[in-house]
């Protein structure tokens, strides 16, 4: 639907001019001068990125794109080229590691992808050549080709039905594995073409390949010897997709016009839009920083190089002389060549294995949210779905909710409640006794104890029957089970038979209709058979459906009753209908619709017209016209549906119950006292949308509705934009003005002191709003609205087309302070909303796969989303933004040293630690505690989280990434390195630290510095842990003593592959000096000092407390307090204001 | 030091379903594993700082480090150490002569002498060090510069040393060894002490070169090359000196267990200081008797043949008697640290004792009033 407006709006005009010819089975058709057998592309399909030849280059240029493996590689290419402090390896063994890793696994995938790609290539197909069948492999086939395929079989490419086996020219498929969508379709055959294909000298001209599945426009010829060519308009009914799979039919016919890489289907296989966390534009400001630290530690020590060189014998003593080469090159260029070695020295202040590790983090860290047993519904048999794991974090930064209202807050479980059929209620109480008395039944609220006459009755009902695109499942004809757990055709086999269709409302209102007597049977060749209620099957022609289509907002048909009458039936949300109705007529159901609409039930109104026959032949002279049209032949269709639904009569409304789902309510709750602004955002109408929102609790009884819909713009009786400009303003003051300011308390107080705001708008009002006169009004009142929504608990859009909820998204997310939004639908409407929001959520619901197949996160009910933000969504958070920090900490006290080392050594780029020490730090030294530590952190537990929705707020608006806690970090950095290398300094102010009198060198210094870094970042991290499972104990104390050893093996060998030997027994010769101990043990512990201060003075937060209450509750009863958590809230409120 | 709740949570009761062939195919439906990883459940220890848990282990710190700090300071204070400055640079100084007309091919090597006098004597071993100052050995270029595999013992790299010796590589094509600026540069000032008695004469003592360098350098990182013949003199055939040498490695010292690439003021030197000022080990005066002082309080008179330049790179030379305790030299830094350190853990923890205390009783309402 996005795509269908994009290209309305991007005007796909020009596109569509440029239509391809297809000349059907290759025959030259006599009219066209000279026969040119067009080009296109064969139908083989391509989805792997690389070939053989082309994989290492195209690759690692891919890989190189990203801009961290860039500098790496730079780094890389300065350590080889100019003479620089650490060896290559130091910085090419870990940029090797992760190249070859990422490249194995692409290249894996990209295999997996060769051979589903040969697999589909190499499938053979029939062909009808010259009218013999021949078999070719798929790939091979050309535009133009006429295939045969069988049932059960997947359409090869795209195909033009030309004959199929069935009676009444029509063939079923399933869309599965296109859209999802299991339910079966119609595809009908280009209508009268003769059935010997052989014979068949046609043309077929089309638009050039497009991906809407949807769509499509054509146009035959069919020639035949001296007559003119015949037109016959094609449509998407006529055409059948590749990756369709055919059914119910035993064979099919059909002539080839996209192939390979231009069918519909390869068009729509494409990456989706890559969505980026807050995180990783965090780490990316951090990067900043450190690269301009990086960049002025560089630039300081040169500069101090040269202005120490330049005193008396520094530069060049008599022991230390230069090479003949250093001695010629030029100063400048030596300059450069030294500014470029300390950034190699200092470069691992920027670890590549953060990048690894952060990437491990959410890739592995997903599995949790696949893992989780509380995700898993046992009706659809499925647990929740990650299709990103780039996002995990940002699950814990959500502050607006944008929720779809059908299937997401409500089941779509549909079900017939009542009908009110002129004005008189009928609600249906029980089918098994009073089946036939559906006259006698009374609406308890109608104004006249009196009753429609029977005669409306059964055109009401009739309408039900007829004004619909249910397809009726044949028993026995088994479609298997499987498609039914999809959960598109639910509906039980009542009398052995089943509906399908796209929507669930349909199959409640033919349902509904069987209730009262009148079954319908299903559509055989253009007649609609309905079992009425004295068992006489009534045929109707069916000769126009009126597609249903949500701007619309209604649907007809146009049938030929046995009388022989034309009817135009016609069903769709009071909205549409009541302006195309007669107005005496209107105002007899509105009570009821609206009555009905505040009960949450589902309303369509149903009007009829006779069509006179004049009437009829014009509209179905039109109705071809604009069906063969080759442009805009959609928007020429509904001008001709606008005409004809007109000036119809009100037959009635329905009403359908959309029930809750589970615990609707208490997730909605969660999020808002989660500090979440939930937005509802739907299709339905305002009344059915308003008490879902009272039912979920949304809308308290206090909350102050603030309405801006046609209703309210239409009280005052003058022009609408005035009147919304007035009601804007006084809203904005009411809500925004007067209002306490928000963040002037800890939290948001829940007392009832501050008044709650809803807002509520519809969609005519929004784009009044949003296309305003002119730009600058315009972006006043998209401010104004923002402001006031922003200070509201619940906003409820109603009467939204899909592309206007992706509007709203796309201006909540991009108002002041950019907040993180997340989208959760279950139907293809959702989609455009679902790809707008920083999250998408999916709902496994009823309406197709559509969402699911789009969203980042899937899970099957809407409860599952309090535990995805709360609890998973939280930990996540904290536990990526503790890596982030940590890993930038980590690395600054690690180059530190090294840094100040330069200040003592002649700014001689000699590097403090053993390259190996370099290299392994952050590989092998400090990675695992802190991978460990992002994979399985609790600092608070699930349970407390969800318990306590507030605690959210904690991590809201990025609060552990900010600068303030990023400096924070740095300064603790900043302070162990200093410690860290003067503490070492001081103890070598003499050098002799043995018993024995002997020395220690600069090794010795390193390694004494190194071990009290290693120690102290890994305590360190210890002492953030607050969830110490087994792998923590083993990662933790496993790196330690690894480290430890790993020392001994490296100074214990003389390696014959090293240069020189500079830790040979270096590490076994500190051990035995008691001082190095002494200073090792200080340093360490002055080094952890202020993150122990830290731990103990900040006030005593939340947490903690509430673990021990909650520890307490939970025994006393548990349950209680998750039913009840208002009323808890209300007493800590007590509490608050008591204390 | 920290307050800790074990809480191992308990796993829901039931499996997942009868884990075996019957239940097969209908098991291994999509539904998650129950596992305690896989739910985030394994059991924790969760253990949570607080003042009252962390107050205790600072006083334990303090109460524990200023003791510790206290010894090793007094430790410090014991050891004696004297230091002699003999860079000749002020024209007062006896070996200024020597620091002027320095030159690399002098014949007759320069001799100084300074005197001094110990008030206190020193007991037990008394170690000899050397120490320069303003002198890089850890510049880069210089650190890099030497080849240990050469040093090692390897053949190869005797005839065909590093290029990283640079430009102490080679000496009129021949291979230079040991190459390298460390090597060259070796320190190359003879000191020699004497004691002169009250009674006039002047008795030289004995100095021990032996044991002043890492045990493993002088059996395994450093080998004299072995060659068909044991003479060490046969060995080197071939190579040349370094350029700054008087003598070639092999003969450096008379006692061929001290002598060629194992000479240990070779590998003391070779073992490149931390900091531009450092010492280095030079000799050993072991306690001869354990009733008399190794040096006793009296006169002594320092002999120094001085051959190594400084002054060209404003350095200095020292000579450093010193005795040793269990922490080494004397430095009282460490001393000093622990009770530092000490005193504000011990502060820290009273302070925090006060605000425990003051504001105790009300910490668990904390949170609610903030």
New interface residues.
Partial sequence: MLRRGLNRLFGGDERRVDSRTVYVGHQPCPSTQAFVPPKFCDNRIVSSKYTVWNFLPKNLFEQFRRIANFYFLIIFLVQVIVDTPTSPVTSGLPLFFVITVTAIKQGYEDWLRHKADNEVNNYPVNVLENGRRTQKESKKIKVGDIVEVLEDETFPCDLILLGSSRDDDTCFVTTASLDGESNHKTHYTVPDLESDLEVLNATIECEQPQPDLYKFVGRMHIHKDGQEPAVRSLGPENLLLKGATLKNTRVVYGVAVYTGMETKMALNYQGKSQKRSVVEKSINGFLLVYLCILLSKALVCTTLKYVWQNQRGQDEPWYNQKTQKEKEANMFLKMFTDFLSFMVLFNFIIPVSMYVTVEMQKFLGSFFITWDRDFYDREIQEGALVNTSDLNEELGQVEYVFTDKTGTLTQNNMEFIECSIDGFQYKYQDSRTELDGFCVTDGPVSKLQQKAGREKEELFLRALCLCHTVQVKEAGQGVGFADQVDGVDVASAVEQRGFIASSPDEVALVKGAMKYGFTFLGLESKSMKILNRNNKIEKYELLHVLNFDPVRRRMSVIVRSPDGETLLFCKGADSSIFPRVRQEEVERIRMHVERNATEGYRTLCVAYKRLTDEVFARVDAELREARLALQDREERLVAVYNQVEKGMNLIGATAVEDRLQEEAAETMEALQSAGIKVWVLTGDKMETAKSTCYACRLFQRSTELLELTVRTLEEGGRKRGERLHELLLDYHKRAVQDAPPPKGGVTRTWSSAAQEYGFIIDGTTLSLLLNASSDVVSSNYRSLFLQICQNCTAVLCCRMAPLQKAQIVKMVKNSKGNPITLSIGDGANDVSMILEAHVGIGIKGKEGRQAVRNSDYAIPKLKHLKKLLLAHGHLYYVRIAHLVQYFFYKNLCFILPQFLYQFFCGYSQQPLYDAAYLTMYNICFTSMPILAYSLLEQHICIEILLENATLYREVAKNAMLRWGPFLCWTLLGIFQGLLFFFGVHCLFGNSALQDNGQVFGNWSFGTIVFTILVFTVTLKLALDTRHWTWINHFVIWGSLAFYVFFSFFWGGIIWPFLKQQRLYFVFANMLSSVSAWLVIILLILLSLLPDILWAVLRKPRGPHAQQKKSAGQSNAGGPQSFSKPLLMRTLSDESNTVL | VMASGYSA?EE?GHHSGALGPAGGAAVR??????TAF???R??????????GT?LPAFFI?GLL?IP?GIG?YVTSNNIRELQIDYTGTESSSPCFACSQNYSWNMTTPCVCSVSFSLDQPFES?V?M?YGLSN???????????????QL?GNLNSLKEP?K?C???RTNDGKPIAPCG?IA??LFNDTLALYYNDPNGTETQIQLVKR????W??KH??FRNPVGDDSNLTAIFQGTAKPV?WQKPVYELDSDPENNGFINEDLI?WM??????T????YR?IEKNSSTSPTLPRGNYTLKITYNY?VR???GRKRMIL?T????????P??GI??IT?GS??FF?GVV?LIIHHKYGSR????????
């Avoid at chain 2, 394994?42 to 003042?51: E, F, G, H, N, V």
């Avoid at chain 2, 040793?324 to 430095?331: E, F, H, R, V, Y």
């Avoid at chain 2, 910490?363 to 903030?370: G, I, K, M, N, Y």
Wanted: with cysteine.
């Fill in positions: 949570k829901d439906s999509r539904k998650p594993d129950n896989k739910q985030q394994l059991p924790a220890w969760q253990p949570i700082l607080t003042a962390v710190i480090f510790i090793l071993n170690f060090y002198f890089y050995q850890n510049h880069r270029r210089y650190v890099k510069s030497r080849d240990d595999s090692n590093s990283e640079e430009p102490y600026a060259n540069s044991g002043i360098a890492w493993t350098d395994v990182k700054n003391v073992r490149t200081a931390a900091l531009p450092f010492r280095k080990l050993i330049p060209s790179f404003e010193s040793i305790s269990w922490m080494g030299g004397k430095n830094f460490l640290a622990y350190v504000i853990c820290l925090l910490s668990s309402s904390a949170d609610l009033t903030h």
